[in-house]
């Protein structure tokens, strides 16, 4: 869902309040990230902007839970938790201002460690996961002004969520589903949202969810960290269900031998699949970690140096984005395009084309972590399929900082022949022909004239796309013409115009037909399905 971009802004598109928009390094179906500046009287930080996509902006459901996101995690102030500076209006859309992040998402690490079949040492995974923890206690702990609690759950704990920085501390990011008691944009009974599988199994039934949610998926990230396996990611999502809510979770010390026993039991009560028996607390699950490690868990320096030795050619392409943001430099590379654009002027801090062509092959060669049966991942959901997520943050801005040094640093080609005539000042003469007065042509021109006839144009083609929104109390998987689409709630999918075969299959089995005829420009409401 969220593809890399990485491009810098020309000056006319930056000024946003105050903010100046410097770089746009990611788009999502539902909403933009931006790296953006924000400049005050006694200093300048960089900051990420979300900002929500224009064809969103007329669904009120969507625009109230965007809102809910912003107040809720402005509200969580944690060093383990990504900060939220604010949230708005401006320019007839919404945003998000977060701090920006120096660092790798999770999947990232776990992705590597598949690729090189290196596992993460059990003291750096369990201590980046006891850090998550915390984060996740202090947002289940918060209250309102008055003391009540809020009772919010994050719902979608991942690894494509959570970002290790280089000074080795774990952010937890993205509250954008999390449940909270005072929402303005309740959430609709039977309705699941987050990642399909990393979700609990009461949220896979459509059942009230708590805390212990939260628990149960950080728990499939601690054994996928161990393991660097997928735990019950499946062929088709009705088989995902079906795992995290029926099947007998794998012991983590058949796939990992050095695990010990206390680790392990640790790790089986956080995947309970009955809540009852969770630990009731994200503070209960460090704690067990904690006791379980014997005092081994990794420092923040220790998994600082790790990061950084792992991921050196990544993290110093964001670096020198980030430098180059951060001191104005890019004005010479962002300006407004032109009829004879310049030829790019190299950076003022390249990188080698060596260098280019590393950081090009990190970023585009990890294969997603192999499912619990080895095999390798084939369409994975969201998570592991996209290299560097959605997220959000630092992690994302690599590919900005490769497009922008290739453009800028890399050796031009050899001039071609005709770059040179072009280059010299020489141009070609045309040479217009003389017309002959030939008998024919004096006979044609004494010819009565012929009333020329105009042709018809073809009517216009509205070639705009179509757009479908449904939803499904509980959740379904929507097909159109046999193709999968997504799982609901769908908001404003793009499709072509015409007639189209839909298929909703629910968490049962059960399926449903329809036929829907979308219109060019026009969004089709199918509305709630049932079942």
Not at 31 to 38: D, F, K, P, Q, S
Not at 69 to 95: D, K, P
Not at 283 to 305: P, S, V
Not at 417 to 441: C, M, N, Q, W
Request: charge should be positive; glycine fraction near 6%.
């Amino acid at each position: 869902m969220t593809s890399l971009v990485g491009s810098l802004l020309p000056r006319a598109e930056r000024p946003f309040g105050k903010y100046e928009l410097c770089a746009k390094i990611a788009t999502g179906g539902m909403a933009e990230i931006l790296l953006a500046r924000e400049t005050t009287d006694d200093e300048s930080r960089l900051v990420v902007i979300k900002r929500v996509l224009p064809h969103l902006l007329d669904e009120s459901r969507f625009i109230a839970m965007f809102r809910d996101e912003g107040r809720l995690a402005a509200q969580i102030i944690h060093e383990n938790v990504c900060r939220v500076f604010g949230s708005g209006a401006h320019q007839q859309t919404y945003f998000i201002a977060m701090e920006y992040l120096h660092g790798v998402p999770l999947s990232r690490l776990l992705i590597r460690a598949a690729r090189t079949k290196k596992p993460v040492d059990i003291a750096i995974a369990v201590g980046i996961v006891m850090q998550c923890a915390r984060g996740l206690h202090h947002a289940h702990e918060l209250t309102s002004r008055d003391g009540r609690p809020l009772d919010v759950v994050h719902r979608d704990v991942s690894p494509p969520n959570i970002l290790v920085t280089v000074d080795g501390v774990a952010k937890m990011l993205d509250f954008g589903v999390a449940k909270a008691r005072g929402a303005t944009q309740k959430t609709r009974t039977g309705t699941v949202k987050g990642k399909n599988s990393y979700m609990s199994p009461e949220q896979i039934l459509g059942e009230a969810v708590d805390r212990r949610s939260d628990v149960f998926s950080l728990g499939i990230v601690l054994w996928e960290s161990l393991t660097t396996k997928r735990l019950f990611s499946r062929e088709t999502d009705f088989l995902t269900f079906t795992a995290i809510t029926k099947a007998e979770i794998p012991d983590v010390q058949e796939l990992r031998a050095d695990v010990s026993d206390e680790l392990a039991m640790v790790v089986k009560k956080a995947l309970a699949q009955d809540r009852e028996a969770r630990y009731a607390t994200a503070k209960e699950f460090c704690e067990a970690l904690e006791q379980a490690l014997d005092g081994e868990e990794a420092t923040r320096e220790t998994i600082g140096e790790f990061i950084c030795a792992s991921f050196s050619k990544e993290l110093a392409a964001n670096e020198a984005l980030a430098n180059t943001i951060a001191n104005g430099g890019m004005d010479a590379v962002a300006e407004e395009p032109t009829e004879q654009p310049a030829r790019p002027r190299p950076s003022t801090q390249p990188l080698s084309q060596a260098a280019i062509e590393n950081a090009l092959a990190e970023a585009t060669s990890s294969p997603p972590l192999e499912t619990t049966n080895t095999e390798q991942l084939r369409g994975a959901p969201n998570e592991h399929r996209k290299l560097v997520v959605p997220v959000v943050l630092a992690s994302l801005v690599s590919g900005a900082a490769v497009l922008y040094f290739t453009r800028n640093g890399a050796p031009k080609p050899a001039a071609s022949a005709l770059a040179v005539v072009v280059d010299a000042g020489l141009e070609s003469t045309r040479v217009e022909p003389r017309l002959v007065a030939t008998p024919a042509k004096i006979a044609m021109d004494a010819a009565p004239k012929v009333e020329k006839v105009t042709s018809v144009d073809p009517p216009k083609v509205d070639k705009r796309p179509a757009y479908l929104t449904i939803d499904s109390a509980p959740y379904a998987t929507i097909f159109v013409d046999g193709k999968k689409l997504g799982v609901t709630p769908i908001f404003k999918a793009k499709l072509s115009p015409g007639s189209h075969k839909l298929k909703a299959v629910s968490a049962t089995g059960a399926k449903q037909h329809i036929r829907v005829k979308l219109k060019p420009g026009r969004t089709k409401n199918l509305g709630r399905l049932h079942w």
